[in-house]
C-alpha cells in the first residue's frame, strides 16, 4: 500500500503564492501517477495536475496551467505543486493523490483513476 501525507497549506492574499508537498511512503515504486486534486465546499472535486512517477508529460487542469507547477523529486518520493498568481477561486482542500492502475487517462485528470488519497491540506486565498 501507499500512503500519502500533505503539507503546504496556508492562508494568502490574492497574487500570492504557495508550495504544497506531498510525502508518499510505502510501496511508491508500484504508482504509474501521482497528482493533486481541490475541492472546495459545495462544489465538485477538481483535478488539478498529475505527473507520471517514472517519466512523461505532466498534465494541468485549463484553470490552473500558466500557474501551477507539479514536480516530483524521486530520491525524497515526494510531489509538490508550486502555485502562483493564487486567486480566491483557487480556496480548496486540496488532496494528494496516487495510482497504482496501469490503465489510465491522466489528461482527463479523473479521481476515479486514482485508488490512494492523503487526507488534504487547506487552501485559503482571500480578496
Known amino acids: 500500500q501507499v500512503q500519502l501525507t500533505e503539507s503546504g497549506g496556508g492562508s494568502v492574499q490574492t497574487g500570492g503564492s504557495l508550495r504544497l508537498s506531498c510525502e508518499a511512503s510505502?510501496?511508491?515504486?508500484?504508482?504509474?501517477?501521482m497528482a493533486w486534486f481541490r475541492q472546495a465546499p459545495g462544489k465538485k472535486r477538481e483535478g488539478v495536475a498529475t505527473?507520471?512517477?517514472?517519466?512523461?508529460?505532466?498534465y494541468y487542469a485549463d484553470s490552473v496551467k500558466g500557474r501551477f507547477t507539479i514536480s516530483r523529486d524521486t530520491a525524497k518520493n515526494t510531489v509538490d505543486l508550486q502555485m502562483h498568481d493564487l486567486r480566491p477561486e483557487d480556496s480548496a482542500m486540496y488532496y494528494c493523490?496516487?495510482?497504482?492502475?496501469?490503465?489510465?487517462?491522466?489528461?482527463?485528470?479523473?479521481?476515479?483513476?486514482?485508488?490512494?488519497w492523503g487526507r488534504g491540506t487547506r487552501v485559503t486565498v482571500s480578496s
Open positions: 493523490a496516487a495510482t497504482t492502475f496501469l490503465a489510465s487517462q491522466p489528461q482527463q485528470l479523473l479521481g476515479e483513476e486514482y485508488n490512494y
Open positions: 510505502g510501496a511508491t515504486y508500484s504508482t504509474s501517477f
Open positions: 505527473i507520471p512517477t517514472y517519466g512523461g508529460m505532466a
